[in-house]
């Protein structure tokens, strides 16, 4: 650390002091108005043409951003808690997702999550988005905390195992560069007109309000293009203006009320806005045994009644019920779109499967030999679908000819999955999965009561119940959650 507070670390040197419950990010992440400079970071991270189509083509931001959100925010925990030991696991994990994401955009240009350069402007626009979030609120940091925080971002690339210096080695010597890359660099790209003009319109319910439709979409109605409009207003003017972003009469206003409002909200009560509560809160689905559910049924009872009212003044379509109430089965065209399309571009290609593989090994904590086996046994399941299913031979599957096949996909790599699937979850290898590894799986999911010995499930019920929902199309009080709800 040099005399002025700025970090100049080397991958040798322990960062762990720049951690824990005393950093200035775990201050920040509490604060209401985090949410706002995330979004505002993601958009940043977005316009980056490496970054945008690594989005586009593997991410599952569009078709499930509730889980995406919740698996980001668990990710920064690890990364920024007290434990050394997580911190280097969790690193290891994500350097091995980012591995798995390469490729070309639409322009055929190449682009690799590995590309150093790439994964300091993602830490380069959280850093940024945390000074301007404190400008715009009229809080704005003093130079010896912007210099910490600036100091922890720059052991976040250290823990990763990139050199610090692909960062400014200083705060005065970041806002050129980051004025750089602004200037330079970013473009209009897909991924981020999707996030500013589509996600937040037609952002789906959480699970918590998933029995909710009318109140929830006369409210993201409102919602929903406010939050594009605060976020453009925020971003670098000249951005702005290079990538024809419009601006809105009363942005500004709009933009700074905003901040200043979320500020405000640092007065409540102690507990009442913690991030992992609330996320894990809005979490539940509607059949959850998770005691706090029990907290919020008088409100959504209350809810509903006001989407009645909303309904007899602006009717939607009839929405499906709860799983397996009504429909015991999906068509092959619902259950195209609600499972197998996990990236939601139209097509069922290896993202998606490798999506699933992600989301696995993540809510497990997976160590690289099991993470392996899962992502090998989803891969050769992708090559049995692809001689199965691909009729034209163009490397992927399509709505059409999904249907067309009238498919079972129980073959034998999908059973293969299904048993590795059973040898990760299963954490003591005792051959059953008890209560507790259920959960590690299903935490959202999982919907019934659990008690001693009628929690455990056998291999060949585990992979039953995993068969008859990958090739049967029934509806599942634990699958949905896990590969389904948004």
Same mark, same amino acid.
């Given at each position: 650390m040099t005399d002025n507070g700025s970090s100049t670390r080397t991958p040798e040197e322990p960062p762990g002091s720049l951690f824990g419950p005393d950093s200035q990010f775990h201050r920040f992440f509490n604060d209401p108005r985090w949410a706002l400079a995330m979004v505002r970071a993601t958009v940043l991270e977005a316009a980056h043409p490496q970054i945008g189509a690594a989005l586009i083509d593997n991410s599952t931001f569009v078709t499930h951003p509730w889980r995406r959100l919740r698996n980001t925010l668990v990710s920064l925990q690890r990364m920024f808690g007290t434990d050394d030991d997580v911190r280097r696991r969790e690193a290891a994990r994500l350097n091995r997702m980012h591995a798995r994401l390469s490729g070309t955009d639409e322009r055929s240009r190449p682009y690799d999550a590995m590309d150093p350069e790439v994964r300091a402007w993602v830490v380069a626009t959280l850093f940024e988005s945390s000074v301007t979030m404190c400008r715009l609120s009229g809080q704005p940091l003093e130079p010896a905390a912007m210099e910490q925080?600036?100091?922890?971002?720059?052991?976040?690339?250290?823990?990763?195992?990139?050199?610090?210096?692909?960062?400014?080695?200083?705060?005065?010597?970041?806002?050129?560069?980051?004025?750089?890359?602004?200037?330079?660099?970013?473009?209009?790209?897909?991924?981020?007109?999707?996030?500013?003009?589509?996600?937040?319109?037609?952002?789906?319910?959480?699970?918590?309000?998933?029995?909710?439709?009318?109140?929830?979409?006369?409210?993201?109605?409102?919602?929903?293009?406010?939050?594009?409009?605060?976020?453009?207003?925020?971003?670098?003017?000249?951005?702005?203006?290079?990538?024809?972003?419009?601006?809105?009469?009363?942005?500004?206003?709009?933009?700074?009320?905003?901040?200043?409002?979320?500020?405000?909200?640092?007065?409540?009560?102690?507990?009442?806005?913690?991030?992992?509560?609330?996320?894990?809160?809005?979490?539940?689905?509607?059949?959850?045994?998770?005691?706090?559910?029990?907290?919020?049924?008088?409100?959504?009872?209350?809810?509903?009644?006001?989407?009645?009212?909303?309904?007899?003044?602006?009717?939607?379509?009839?929405?499906?019920?709860?799983?397996?109430?009504?429909?015991?089965?999906?068509?092959?065209?619902?259950?195209?779109?609600?499972? %197998? @399309?996990?990236? &939601? =571009? +139209?097509?069922?290609?290896?993202?998606?499967? !490798? $999506?699933?593989?992600?989301? *696995? /090994?993540?809510?497990?904590?997976?160590?690289?030999?099991?993470?392996?086996?899962?992502?090998?046994?989803?891969?050769?399941?992708?090559?049995?679908?692809?001689?199965? %299913? @691909?009729?034209? &031979? =163009? +490397?992927?599957?399509?709505?059409?000819?999904? !249907? $067309?096949?009238?498919?079972? *996909? /129980?073959?034998?790599?999908?059973?293969?999955?299904?048993?590795?699937?059973?040898?990760?979850?299963?954490?003591?290898?005792?051959?059953?999965i008890d209560a507790g590894e259920y959960r590690a799986l299903f935490r959202t999911g999982f919907g019934r009561t659990v008690a001693g010995a009628e929690a455990r499930c056998s291999r060949s019920a585990f992979v039953k119940d995993f068969l008859s929902f990958m090739a049967g199309r029934r509806y599942s009080t634990a699958y949905d959650p896990l590969l389904t709800d948004a």
């Open positions: 925080l600036y100091a922890e971002f720059r052991a976040f690339l250290v823990v990763l195992g990139d050199q610090a210096g692909h960062l400014p080695p200083t705060v005065q010597e970041f806002w050129p560069y980051y004025d750089r890359v602004v200037a330079q660099e970013l473009e209009n790209t897909e991924a981020l007109r999707i996030i500013l003009y589509r996600l937040f319109d037609h952002l789906p319910a959480p699970p918590l309000l998933g029995g909710l439709p009318t109140v929830w979409a006369a409210g993201r109605a409102l919602a929903g293009p406010a939050i594009g409009a605060i976020t453009v207003a925020s971003l670098p003017e000249p951005f702005r203006r290079r990538a024809g972003l419009p601006e809105i009469p009363g942005a500004q206003t709009l933009m700074q009320s905003a901040y200043m409002a979320a500020g405000l909200a640092r007065f409540l009560p102690e507990g009442w806005l913690q991030t992992d509560y609330l996320t894990n809160l809005m979490s539940l689905s509607a059949d959850s045994d998770d005691p706090r559910y029990a907290t919020v049924t008088a409100l959504r009872a209350r809810m509903k009644r006001a989407g009645a009212f909303v309904r007899l003044v602006a009717p939607l379509p009839a929405q499906r019920g709860p799983a397996g109430a009504a429909e015991p089965r999906r068509s092959a065209d619902q259950f195209f779109a609600e499972v %197998l @399309d996990q990236t &939601g =571009d +139209g097509f069922l290609d290896w993202p998606d499967l !490798a $999506a699933m593989a992600r989301e *696995l /090994a993540s809510r497990l904590d997976l160590d690289e030999p099991a993470e392996t086996r899962l992502y090998t046994a989803y891969a050769d399941w992708w090559r049995e679908l692809q001689t199965a %299913l @691909d009729a034209d &031979g =163009d +490397g992927r599957v399509s709505r059409e000819e999904y !249907a $067309a096949a009238v498919p079972s *996909l /129980a073959g034998p790599a999908l059973i293969r999955v299904a048993e590795v699937l059973f040898d990760v979850t299963d954490a003591d290898g005792d051959q059953f």
